[in-house]
């Protein structure tokens, strides 16, 4: 066993949001981390609707994460409809499952998401630059998407893209371990996370 796992076992209750916002950012930053890809859920028309997404914004005292995305998916109509959604992390090193629940603002065209793109690359900026939203049908696979080169094709991007940020109220955690596995909840109550030891 390594020895973060060890410091992760050692947590006490109240420890483990700020330990959690911490393994976010990191989620955030590297692209190694486990914690890049999670998997977000929604409620589309048939139920629930789950898709891996790239963590990109992650502000703890704002509560917030969030992930880029082509405003014309089906998970922004899903959120736009249904502003609920659920993020799911497994760290397999870590033995560590987080789930967060909050409420859903999707930011087109504010600052919000202007900030965010300014941060893109090119190669992420290609990806909205294209006729075809996510989903629709095409005659066959597309080839991939070239590096945006005029004025008007970066306003056409622009204009696809979408930020999905996310104000988490609530966490599970879920650290497993020989010794016992260790699960707790956090409910956010306006000024603090109020969290208990669960049955795993
Ligand atoms: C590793 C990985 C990372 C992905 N990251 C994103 C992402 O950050 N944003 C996004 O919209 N789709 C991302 N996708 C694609 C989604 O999983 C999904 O296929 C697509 O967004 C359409 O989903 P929807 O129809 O539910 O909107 C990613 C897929 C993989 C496999």
Redesign the pocket.
Same mark, same amino acid.
């Given at each position: 066993m390594n020895t973060e796992q060890t410091a992760l076992e050692l947590l006490e209750l109240e420890q483990i949001p700020d330990t959690a916002w911490e393994l976010l950012r990191e989620g955030v930053n590297s692209a190694r981390s486990p914690l890049h890809?999670p998997c =977000?859920g /929604?409620l *589309?028309a048939n139920g629930p %609707? =789950? &898709? /891996? @997404? @790239? =963590? &990109?914004h992650c502000d703890e005292p704002q509560r917030l994460i969030g992930?880029? %995305?082509?405003g014309r %998916?089906?998970? @922004? &109509?899903?959120v736009m409809k249904e502003p609920q959604a659920s993020w799911l992390f497994y760290d397999r090193d870590r033995k560590l499952q987080l789930r967060l629940t909050g409420r859903v603002t999707v930011h087109l065209e504010d600052g919000f998401a202007d900030r965010a793109w300014a941060n893109t690359r090119a190669m992420g900026r290609a990806c909205y630059n294209t006729t075809t939203g996510? *989903?629709q049908a095409v005659p066959q696979p597309a080839t991939a998407p070239s590096r945006i080169s005029a004025q008007e094709e970066e306003q056409t991007a622009r204009g696809h893209f979408a930020v999905?940020a996310c104000r988490i109220d609530f966490m599970d955690w879920l650290l497993l371990s020989a010794k016992g596995h260790r699960r707790a909840q956090f409910q956010w109550r306006g000024e603090a996370w109020t969290g208990q030891w669960v049955s795993p």
């Open positions: 890809t =977000l /929604t *589309g %609707s =789950l &898709r /891996t @997404v @790239v =963590l &990109r992930c880029h %995305s082509d %998916s089906a998970k @922004v &109509r899903e996510p *989903g999905i």
